[in-house]
């Protein structure tokens, strides 16, 4: 069985220094290795080119058309829920109750709004609230 406390060696074969602390302080260093030297530059990914969900590849104009309607008007729906879903973030935030309670003008600063703007939307927000509060 091979002595697992055996002294490491340089590539020559000589026995390698001790480690700080002497020979009987546990592992022996090990000579540092440099990693090896690239003789050429790895090829870069080449860009795909731009694609917006495959319309570019349809040259049908009426299958195009279909397909197109078909997602602006998923966008605009889920633009509209994102929209709602600002406005009961935006009531929540400026409910009084919370001890955390933020201004008007807090709210429109973090969303990028106009301080009438996000009042505007802190109602509206308050409205869609109204039906879970009377449910739950």
């Not at 602390?21 to 990914?45: D, H, I, K, N």
């Not at 994102?82 to 009531?91: E, G, H, K, M, W």
């Amino acid at each position: 069985m091979p002595d697992s406390h055996a002294q490491a060696s340089d590539p020559s074969g000589a026995p390698a220094p001790a480690g700080p602390g002497g020979a009987g302080a546990g592992e022996a260093s090990a000579p540092r290795r440099r990693p090896v030297q690239l003789l050429f530059e790895p090829q870069a990914a080449e860009p795909e080119s731009e694609r917006f969900f495959d319309l570019e590849s349809i040259d049908d104009p009426a299958e195009l058309l279909r397909r197109s309607t078909e997602l602006a008007l998923a966008f605009r729906a889920a633009a509209e829920r994102a929209t709602d879903f600002q406005a009961v973030a935006a009531a929540q935030l400026a409910d009084t109750r919370r001890f955390d309670a933020l201004s008007d003008s807090e709210i429109a600063e973090r969303a990028d709004w106009t301080p009438d703007y996000a009042a505007k939307m802190i109602e509206y927000g308050r409205g869609l609230l109204l039906p879970r509060r009377h449910d739950g």
